[in-house]
């Protein structure tokens, strides 16, 4: 052991196990990115494949509303529905086994829901408008709202799967530096030791085992993970949102929609929600309806200008929902949603979202769907009433 070219062959050997694991660590950092990549993309075609059918479902009933034109609506459904179908076919050929099956339900559903445009279509034809809002609001309704959830459950499916293969390559790489830790820390051991020459002095005691289990040589503890938080499954959120749809469509003066916005503020787990409508020339924002805020402080919020620089003049102007990302120990994390109606974006929906949520596509599209519903409620209700419910 004394010999310099054994030291140098047990030090190459150490340095061979850490080059090893390395290498190991490399490859796998470079498949987990790629694993992103792809999870990341997936995520991206289902959000759009849900947004394309929920526009295919609002377009359709616009058919039969009040005021409405089928030339406008119809071409929207048209290319709505071949956007569905561009991102379902995205979806299919990136999908995993676990993803599969619920992406071909939702094909299925889509083509169930070109079906139904057709029949409609051709009940406005014939000028049967009672027949053809009955379809719509069946058999329509029905295979788009079974297409959503069908690509929402792949979306959920296919994270798992994206989850359950982080989990592997992190064991495979814990392993790959356990390995080359444990042969270093052997081959240190062995060059550390020396024999004892004989001398003429009395032998030494012998090393304590205290001292052999010293915390320098003992292996360090693998931290614990965080216990996760349980979270809503997929079928009590949709259950949640469809009732919230149906009291919003009850609402019928501001103590209602007081108390459904005040729900929908749960929903999102948000500490509070602000309605912001735009004024008739649509120069500024006022905020007209709150939740989570006290009468005071909504009455002190001065009107904001459309060019303002922040989210939701942000989310006015553009037409598009806005993250503000929350600073720890400074601010909470925010979600701007526009509403919209036939003639533009008309006002928005600001949420303050707890425990950084609002980086989270389900509170997102929640946020997406309740200012959907409030374009259709807000914006009936006169500007007296409005201003009234601004003042206390």
Sequence with gaps: MRSSAFRFTIGAAAWIAIGVAGYLLLNSEQHLK??????RAFDQHAREAIDAFAEVRMAQQAYVAAGQGIGFWMPKVTASSEL?????????SSAGAAARGPIDQAVESSKELATVERRVREYLKASQQLMAGDVIFTEGTQAATAAMRQVETARQAEAQSFDASVANLRKQEAIALGAAAAVALLIVLVLAFKPREKVDL???APVSIAHAS?????????????PSVPEPTIAETFKTVAT??????????????SLVLGRAAETMD?????????TAGGGELRPVLAHGYSADVLARIPPVPRSADNAAAKAFRSGTLQIVLARPGKSTGAVVAPIL??????GALSAEIRHGAETSETTQALA???AAHLSTVVAQTPEADQQAAAQG
């Design 214 to 226: 010293s915390p320098a040589e003992q292996p360090r503890p693998r931290p614990q993970a965080p």
């Design 341 to 346: 109606s036939a003639d533009g974006c008309i």
């Design 368 to 370: 997406t769907m309740f």
């Design 84 to 92: 569905a179908d561009t991102a379902l076919d995205a979806l299919r």
């Design 202 to 204: 009395p032998e030494p």
């Design 34 to 39: 790629q694993l992103s990549t792809s999870a």
């Design 244 to 257: 919230l749809a149906t009291d919003f469509g009850r609402v019928r003066d501001l103590d209602d929609l």
């Design 270 to 278: 948000a500490s509070g929600v602000m309605v912001w409508m735009g």
